[in-house]
């Protein structure tokens, strides 16, 4: 199939294609290994570009996911140029939500993490994702959300220095308001991993002032002590520790 799809250029032939790859690798072991062998993965990135009608790009992105996203392939399919194809995909309307749980797929599934967040940011992803979390609707609100927080969780501490401010903040507060339990509980998360970085980094009393600052300015705390008093599971637990800890 990689002849067809190398050749194409007709909107409606591409998008079956990729389709019909991303059912092939669906179906079974030997289906994804033969789409593996095809080495298709040059051309399905040069599908993914705001330029091109929003149901091949999406089309070329679930199929870059199902087949590249898995098992031991994502270490050699993220890099720089990948996630910046996402951050140029992300203002399409259509396309924002899958290019979300994109960045949290590609994110959750490197062995190597701290590597895939140093691109994350220098693709300016991070800033564009907290942009839709304040300003989406809540559907791409909640994913976006869940990749912020993601980012953050999956950081090491050096790097959560480094990059985390007030609007990242912000936006972990934005998401605690959401109708979503997983979304809220993975905010707390990032919170907690925020300022448990202050202390496992035994980091200087102006720059963990700074930390606490952050939340004290932000109605996060309120909120947080609010999650604390109530009885929903790992989202009382979690509030509960960022109170007992740092509050």
Known sequence: MIEPIAEAYDKDVLTDLCWSLFYISEATAEGH???????????LLELLSPQLPAEVANAALCCVCKIYLTNDQTEG??????????????????MKEQVCRTITTSIITSRNKHAIIEDVIKAQLLKRLIK????????????????????ILCSSPEQIRRFVDKDCVNAMDIILELNDLGSVHLALQGINKILKAGLEEQLDVEVSSSYAASFAEAPALEKIRYLSSLHVGEVSDTAQQ????YM
């Open 77 to 94: 399919f993220i890099n720089l140029d990948f996630l910046s194809k996402l951050a140029n995909l992300l203002p399409v309307k259509n």
């Open 242 to 245: 960022i109170v007992d800890m």
């Open 132 to 151: 839709e979390v304040e300003n989406a609707p809540f559907r791409v609100k909640r994913v976006a959300g869940q990749a912020v927080a993601n980012v």
């Open 33 to 43: 290994k033969a789409v593996l062998a095809a080495k298709v993965s040059q051309r």
